[in-house]
């Protein structure tokens, strides 16, 4: 154990910026030197002759100011300088590696080996001591090189080159100090740091930062500075104070970046308490109430994340907190902290498999697990983590949690939305609307405070895809509803028709100028084709009659297609005029089956088919057979339709006129041959005249529609 914290206590001190100076000075010292006396350099650049050794003092001795002089490591350093210095490097190092590979025959001889190894130390301390972005480029060029000589002497000595390779490189990453010194040094008046009435942040004493670099902060924070000490210096700005919060953010980004570090055995011990809860919760759904009590569900960790992070970690981070809220930097400090924790959850995600991006029944199921789980564990623990740092400010916690919060939620509604507006829609009304609903007032009303609920941004996107559920759930229980429907018996509009069709237009009177702009509206209209479809399967099963089925579908669906027209949405969103053309094709198509399936059949009994060899009474005889049947059927179909109802005024007044069209022509040339078989007897069998024939018409459909409507809901 003493050897461990000797061993630990070493390699800080190495990690110190007057130590690593002194490393890489000695290092480029010993590398020049040796790389001067190697038989590489005797390969490329031939014998020494005095102007060669003129150009190499002159050059060594730039190294050496260039180590010793360097600038210290600087969240300010141009992107545009790191660029061209990395590139240049890259040429550099190219053309090197181009002329040593075809120059330089055998095996490397010691002084290869030293100056590689030392040459590739040098490059750990710049690396760490500043950041133009070439450093770690050529720690990693030496070390290859040193390697591949390596492997030229004796293959197996690639161990060798790994091991030191590998040994720089936990070197780089390893931490400056220990957290308590750090902590105790921002506790300290090696540094006296005041905030003023105006924000600015100020040093009462004359003392300056010397930042020690430890690593690139990353992809997630950008290029920023490391942990760095504080030292006293005789230097000051002209007016005392530094600059606006650099120091607490720099502070503040190095933290954040070695509790990105804990990541790795953090992310798998909330995934399996995560795991287990899951399963516990969602094994508990398909069991009955007696199995459901032998299961142990485990209780949501809320301090889960709090347990596991690094005391002495979280505690500076808080102080450090304390003097962004204090210094008015938070919103300069506010993405930093979303994106880790937001990292953080992402990880877990793709840990425990709940990646969900279509949606089917498996990434439903997906995006239901990951619900609970943030409602249950990861918002808790991030409210708990927020409370923490931010003690006393709760404003500033409130917001942070906000933001984190709205990061995490992002991907669960636009999965909901994307699902409620593809897909099949059947499926999605009878299985995926049903399960949507609960986890999401979970994620807001039990994992938030009431007061709370009402001041967070991202409550009024979870309560919008509520809404949206919530209207998909109403439109299917109108449409599908649980009790049994009573037949419409006069082929009217049916009760759920109208329901539907109405709720439609509240939903348009309440949410329209919220969702005008959303695909929400399609899902709508889908919704509608689906009422449509239910009504022809109503109808099939309601009539045994033809003709009283396609009165049925006339009517609601004439009803359906006003009502869509009467919607008054957004310009961006109204039925094409493609919806509309269909709509009255199916209307077309039930008016023409009416006509064929009622009085086609009527026109039938008016055809005589006789051949000229047929005898005058057979011909009568099948004559009056025919009259007498048309009356007979004509009179009780008039009958039957009079109590049959057409909503629409003038669509009724389009059929009785079609009607007429078909019939009274075939009727009036079948009574002009009636006559002339039966001369004056004929009027003893012709029992109905062109008028009365219209009358009869004129009294079809006389039903109300409305006043059935009224009986219909007392049924």
């Excluded at 090197?96 to 030293?114: C, E, H, R």
């Excluded at 300056?208 to 500075?225: F, H, K, R, Y």
């Excluded at 509309?580 to 094709?585: E, G, I, L, P, Q």
């Amino acid at each position: 154990m003493q050897t461990l914290i000797m061993l630990n206590q070493i390699l800080r001190w190495l990690k110190r910026p007057k130590v690593l100076r002194l490393v890489c000075l000695a290092s480029s010292v010993v590398g020049l030197l040796c790389y001067a006396l190697s038989s590489s350099f005797k390969y490329l650049l031939g014998n020494w002759s005095w102007w060669k050794m003129l150009i190499y003092i002159v050059f060594s001795f730039i190294i050496c100011l260039a180590v010793l002089f360097t600038p210290a490591r600087s969240s300010s350093t141009s992107l545009r300088l790191e660029a061209h210095l990395a590139f240049l490097v890259l040429i550099i190092t190219s053309v090197y590696s181009f002329f040593f590979d075809n120059v330089v025959k055998g095996k490397p001889d010691a002084y290869s080996l030293i100056s590689c190894a030392a040459f590739a130390t040098m490059s750990l301390g710049l690396s760490n001591l500043t950041q133009f972005g070439f450093q770690i480029d050529l720690l990693y060029f030496f070390c290859g090189g040193l390697t591949v000589q390596l492997m030229k002497i004796k293959l197996w000595l690639v161990t060798v080159g790994g091991g030191f390779t590998y040994s720089l490189l936990q070197l780089r990453h390893y931490p400056s100090y220990t957290q308590g010194e750090n902590l105790q040094l921002l506790n300290q008046n090696h540094v006296i740091i005041q905030v003023d009435d105006s924000g600015r942040i100020s040093s009462s004493s004359p003392v300056i930062m010397e930042q020690q670099a430890n690593a690139d902060v990353g992809s997630t924070l950008g290029t920023s500075p490391e942990d760095g000490d504080l030292i006293q210096s005789n230097s000051t700005s002209e007016n005392g104070s530094v600059d606006d919060g650099l120091f607490v953010q720099q502070q503040f980004i190095n933290c954040i970046k070695e509790l990105e570090k804990e990541n790795q055995m953090l992310v798998p011990m909330v995934c399996s308490h995560v795991e287990k809860y899951l399963k516990a919760v969602f094994d508990s759904n398909d069991k009955d109430k007696d199995q459901i009590q032998m299961l142990e569900v485990p209780v949501p960790d809320v301090n889960l994340v709090m347990d596991a992070l690094p005391f002495e970690i979280i505690s500076r981070l808080k102080e450090i907190v304390k003097l962004i809220v204090e210094g008015g930097f938070t919103e300069e400090c506010s993405d930093i902290y979303s994106k880790w924790r937001k990292e953080f959850a992402e990880q877990c995600r793709r840990t425990l498999g709940l990646q969900f991006q279509t949606p089917k029944d498996e990434d439903v199921e997906k995006w239901l697990k990951t619900c609970k789980a943030t409602s249950k564990i990861l918002f808790p623990n991030e409210r708990r983590l927020c409370d923490y740092l931010f003690s006393g400010f709760s404003v500033a916690a409130d917001a942070f949690f906000d933001k984190v919060c709205k990061e995490l939620t992002i991907g669960l509604v636009s999965f909901a939305d994307t699902t409620m507006t593809t897909g099949n829609l059947p499926n999605l009304l009878f299985n995926i609307v049903p399960k949507m609903s609960k986890p999401l007032v979970e994620l807001t009303r039990e994992s938030i405070s009431p007061i709370l609920f009402r001041k967070l941004s991202f409550v009024n996107d979870i309560q919008g895809v509520r809404q949206r559920l919530a209207i998909l759930n109403k439109l299917r229980e109108l449409t599908y509803p649980n009790n049994v429907q009573a037949p419409v018996t006069d082929g009217g509009l049916h009760l759920i028709t109208k329901k539907a069709m109405d709720h439609i237009h509240k939903i348009e009177q309440k949410f329209g100028y919220r969702f005008a702009n959303s695909s929400f509206w399609v899902v709508i209209g889908r919704m509608i084709e689906l009422l449509e479809s239910e009504l022809e399967a109503k109808s099939k099963d309601f009539y045994a009659d033809p003709a009283l089925s396609s009165v049925f579908m006339i009517n609601n669906l004439s009803y359906i297609e006003q009502k869509t027209h009467d919607l008054q949405f957004d310009d961006d969103f109204q039925f094409d005029d493609d919806w509309f053309r269909t709509n009255k094709a199916k209307v077309e198509e039930n008016y023409n089956l009416y006509l064929r399936s009622s009085w086609n059949k009527m026109v039938d009994f008016l055809k005589v088919e006789t051949n000229e060899l047929a005898e005058a009474d057979v011909v009568a005889e099948l004559m009056k057979e025919k009259l007498n049947l048309f009356n007979l059927h004509f009179e009780e179909t008039c009958t039957i339709q009079s109590t049959w109802t057409v909503s629409d005024k003038r669509l009724k007044e389009r059929i009785v006129k079609s009607i007429e069209e078909i019939l009274l022509p075939e009727y009036g040339k079948f009574c002009d041959r009636f006559r002339v078989v039966f001369g004056n007897q004929a009027y003893h069998y012709i029992k109905f005249g062109f008028l009365d024939i219209q009358n009869c018409l004129s009294h079809l459909f006389l039903l109300d529609d409305e006043m059935t409507l009224e009986d219909k809901k007392t049924v």
